[in-house]
């Protein structure tokens, strides 16, 4: 798919790596990793394995990962999504789990808590789940998002999408681009709290 020079392709085992690099970049300020990765993180360590380990073992393997493209050849952004067969959040999380206590200790019991707290938000409905979506800093305000996103809906079709935005900026584009608001992620700290949104799926014809 392309949308003004940006051309979203599926990322292959050879991009993995610089796919984590563009994740690392957009994410370790936002307030939904920060509450989850032990702080500091000194050089962002521990969200890079993170990354890492939700690529090589979740969404490189089960999921789908789109790459964005400029018109040099030059990564400008990312999204990670699971299909409506996927086990959204805390199955996943098992799998990863004896690799996330290697790498998080003790700490692996606060994300698991999140993640299965996140999964219980999660509609009941089949649906598309979009993860993360990211530009690279270079590249916001080009279009970088709403090229991923638009791909993400054209593959879904009829099916609905659930997401969690992290901010107004992007819950604001969801919401142009058909997502209804379905309210505050609960949490017990002092970090903005991530906004679900859905978009529903195609009303039945006769």
């Given at each position: ?21 563009v994740l690392v970049e957009a994410f370790y300020k ?168 859905w978009k529903p799926p195609a009303m039945p014809t006769?």
């Amino acid at each position: 798919m392309s949308n003004t020079g940006i051309t979203v392709t599926a990322a292959t085992s050879s991009q993995h790596a610089e796919v984590v690099e563009v994740l690392v970049e957009a994410f370790y300020k936002d307030p939904g990793f920060v509450r989850v990765i032990p702080q500091p993180d000194e050089n962002n360590d521990l969200l890079r394995a993170l990354f890492g380990l939700q690529i090589e073992l979740q969404y490189g393997k089960d999921g789908i990962i789109d790459l964005a493209t400029n018109e040099q050849g030059d990564i400008v952004g990312v999204a990670l999504w699971d299909a409506p067969d996927a086990n959204h959040g805390a199955v996943d999380q098992v799998k990863l789990l004896p690799r996330l206590i290697k790498i998080f200790g003790l700490h692996t019991a606060k994300i698991l808590l999140r993640e299965f707290s996140s999964a219980r938000m999660h509609p009941r409905f089949p649906h598309w789940y979009l993860y993360t979506i990211a530009a690279t800093a270079q590249s916001r305000g080009t279009g970088v998002g709403s090229a991923l996103l638009a791909h993400g809906i054209q593959r879904a079709g009829e099916e609905a999408i659930y997401l969690e935005a992290t901010s107004t900026r992007s819950a604001q584009l969801y919401h142009r681009l058909g997502f209804v608001p379905l309210g505050y992620v609960p949490d017990n700290d002092d970090l903005p709290s991530e906004f679900a949104m859905w978009k529903p799926p195609a009303m039945p014809t006769l």
